[in-house]
């Protein structure tokens, strides 16, 4: 099982972006599929979560609005599209999948990782 996160990059504050996730090994119709970033000396954050069905979608307050969760089982990928980018925004971001297929908050349900990929927001 693979989870490769990429698109990261630099961008200037009100910016966009979008990272994805490539998923490989496992039968992503069935997983969930979570995002978290992780800021430089602070503690992995959830992002945002989607269901198996993607029926399920949940993302936390500081980025409502701004941030979309989506995936393509046709091509195995998960997205998460990033519009009005603040710079604390900055961190690495990971992405996650999980067997019950629900996209959870936390951390320790998901079974496997991605790299993760460096969104550098500029004020």
């Known amino acids: 099982v693979q989870l490769q996160a990429c698109g990261g990059g630099l961008v200037q504050a009100g910016g966009s972006l979008r990272v994805s996730c490539v998923v490989s090994g496992l039968r992503f119709s069935n997983w969930g599929l979570g995002w978290f970033r992780q800021a430089l000396g602070k503690e992995r954050e959830f992002v945002a979560g989607?269901?198996?069905?993607?029926?399920?979608?949940d993302c936390v307050d500081s980025v409502r609005g701004r941030f979309e969760i989506s995936r393509d089982l046709a091509k195995n990928m998960a997205y998460l599209q990033m519009n009005s980018l603040k710079p604390e925004d900055t961190a690495v971001y990971y992405c996650?999948?999980?067997?019950?297929?629900?996209?959870?908050?936390?951390?320790?349900?998901?079974?496997?990782w991605g790299q993760g990929t460096q969104v550098t927001v500029s004020s």
């Open positions: 989607i269901s198996w069905s993607g029926g399920s979608i």
């Open positions: 996650a999948a999980d067997s019950n297929g629900v996209g959870y908050r936390e951390s320790n349900e998901y079974e496997f």
